[in-house]
């Protein structure tokens, strides 16, 4: 199996804190792919800072996430990904992305909702800013948890290097995850954000519930949903936007989505 896994963030730092949980997460026979967003912000704070990044995550899996892309495979001659972790708490793009290839792309958001869901009723989510609750708000609005979310914590500190934010505010995390279970009834609790990726391990005992990790959330339950081999979206709101002319866009998103257009015409009988 070959995963894609996206930073859409520019920080290289997080992208390294992504690529080191993801292969303690993966399975043996899976292979990661592990790419930084070409353009953006040092790190995804708000609604319009994920809508930027939606695009550059767009062109990611347009250049890798199908047959013919520019570096299909990440080798000479090599085939299309077999699923793609959106790696920002968030999901920007999605569930957008979806409609642009035929493997599964699954955000770290979405699968850190559904494995908290599956170990607990009510979850906290603790995250790295006040700014960013608002923008994750809305994210577990959108996936249907609203109802089983306990509370969204956050550092309110000026942050010193977003690839030191476990570093410097271990602590700070540790003590708002324990208020989250003790003061707001969390049976579960999500260390959200890349900048997070790993913490979950050096964490686990110290607090009273279980702690999902993004980062392993999205590369497990990728795994999952491709070794189940459900098919494509050939139709639904989930299918390959329909042909229309179109401008501007880069040589590999107009080839993707082309190839998307294409596989999703209906058959002749």
């Known amino acids: 199996m070959k995963l894609l896994v996206i930073n859409p963030n520019i920080s290289d730092d997080v992208t390294a804190l992504i690529e080191a949980e993801a292969q303690r997460s993966a399975g043996p026979d ?25 695009g550059a995550v767009a062109e990611l899996i347009a250049e890798y996430g199908h047959d013919g892309g520019t570096h299909a495979g990440d080798e000479p001659g090599g085939t299309a990904v077999d699923g793609v972790v959106v790696a920002a708490f968030g999901d920007p793009g999605m569930p957008a992305l979806k409609e642009l290839v035929d493997v599964p792309v699954i955000g770290i958001t979405e699968a850190a909702l559904c494995a908290a869901a599956l170990q607990g ?25 609203g109802g089983r979310l306990a509370s969204i914590r956050s550092i309110n500190q000026s942050l010193n290097s977003i690839g030191s934010v476990q570093a410097d505010f271990k602590e700070t995390l540790l003590a708002l995850s324990r208020q989250a279970v003790d003061e707001d009834g969390a049976d579960v609790v999500i260390l959200a954000g890349a900048p997070l990726a790993g913490l979950a391990r050096e964490l686990e005992g110290h607090i009273p519930v279980p702690v999902v990790d993004g980062i392993s959330a999205g590369i497990r339950m990728t795994e ?14 989930f299918a390959a936007p329909p042909v229309k002319a179109r401008r501007g866009l880069s040589q590999d998103l107009d080839a993707a989505l082309a190839t998307a257009q294409s596989a999703h015409r209906p058959a002749t009988v």
């Open 30 to 54: 899976t292979k990661l792919i592990v790419r930084t967003a070409g353009h953006g912000f040092e790190y995804i704070e708000t609604r319009f800072e994920a809508l930027i990044a939606a």
């Open 121 to 145: 009723h009510r979850f906290s989510i603790i995250a790295i800013s006040d700014r960013i609750q608002a923008w994750y708000l809305d994210c577990v609005e959108r996936f249907g948890f």
């Open 224 to 237: 999952a949903v491709v070794a189940l081999r459900s098919g494509a979206h050939r139709s639904g709101s």
